[in-house]
């Protein structure tokens, strides 16, 4: 089963705009992460955020962490057309249910127009 | 190029065969997940091995096993094929490491399984 959802399911923007897109979760977790993935292409990991962090930014990549809403957010701005894709949120269990699995959002679809 | 290289590719086949996916994962990941990933379920995750045992179970159908060898490779193995089978098929690698360290996932290119 999901763990949660993703908000939105679809965006649509122009080339230099910033695209915000945001997840939500169930149950206690160790970290979060966000993936990327081409059509019909393998996902690739683009951050990892623990539970006890508020905030990180890798390039133009700008990740949020709520814990209390169990919320997230994935900020990637000044888009560019290769940044089209799919974004999905991750989640890795806490305490005994920490085997590294990860459980996937929905995925948000990212369209960046030229 | 993650390094996690899957077998075959695309497999097309009819309702009630069996189909076997193979993983190879990244040099000295102990951890192999086979996620389904299919336009009406999302990415579901299947299973975990590591180092050679069973460590985590998802959503996987009764007519569905996986096996991590020795050599650390992985192969799910999907009988009594149905219609809603047809999916893509990932399998991912990681180190894993226990406790509060668990870290990313490394995912091969997928397996596409159409079943006519």
């Known amino acids: 089963s999901q763990q949660g959802e993703e908000d939105p399911q679809a965006l649509s923007i122009q080339e230099g705009e910033n695209a915000t897109m945001n997840c939500s979760y169930k149950?206690?977790?160790?970290?979060l992460q966000w993936y990327r993935q081409n059509s019909g292409r393998g996902l690739v990991h683009l951050i990892l955020?623990?539970?006890?962090?508020r905030e990180k930014h890798s390039g133009r990549l700008r990740v949020t962490l709520d814990t209390s809403k169990k919320s997230s957010s994935l900020l990637i701005t000044a888009s560019r057309a290769a940044d089209t894709a799919s974004y999905f949120c991750?989640?890795?269990?806490?305490?005994?249910?920490?085997?590294?699995?990860?459980?996937f959002g929905q995925g948000t679809t990212l369209q960046v127009k030229p | 190029d993650s390094g996690v290289t899957q077998t075959p590719k695309h497999l097309i086949t009819a309702t009630g065969q069996r189909v076997t996916l193979r993983c190879s994962p990244r040099?000295?990941?102990?951890?192999v997940y086979w996620y389904q990933q299919s336009l009406d379920q999302g990415l579901q995750f299947l299973i975990q091995?590591?180092?050679?045992?069973?460590?985590a179970k998802g959503n996987i159908l009764e007519r569905f096993s996986a096996q991590q060898f020795p050599d650390l490779h992985s192969e799910l193995n999907l009988s009594s094929l149905e219609l809603g089978d047809s999916a893509l098929y990932f399998c991912?690698?990681?180190?894993?490491?226990?406790?509060?360290?668990?870290?990313?996932?490394?995912f091969g290119e997928g397996s596409r399984l159409t079943v006519l």
């Open positions: 991912a690698s990681s180190v894993n490491l226990e406790g509060p360290n668990t870290g990313e996932l490394f």
């Open positions: 149950t206690s977790i160790n970290n």
């Open positions: 955020i623990r539970s006890n962090e």
């Open positions: 991750a989640t890795g269990g806490e305490g005994s249910s920490n085997t590294g699995k990860l459980i």
């Open positions: 040099s000295g990941d102990l951890s």
């Open positions: 091995y590591y180092n050679g045992e069973e460590r």
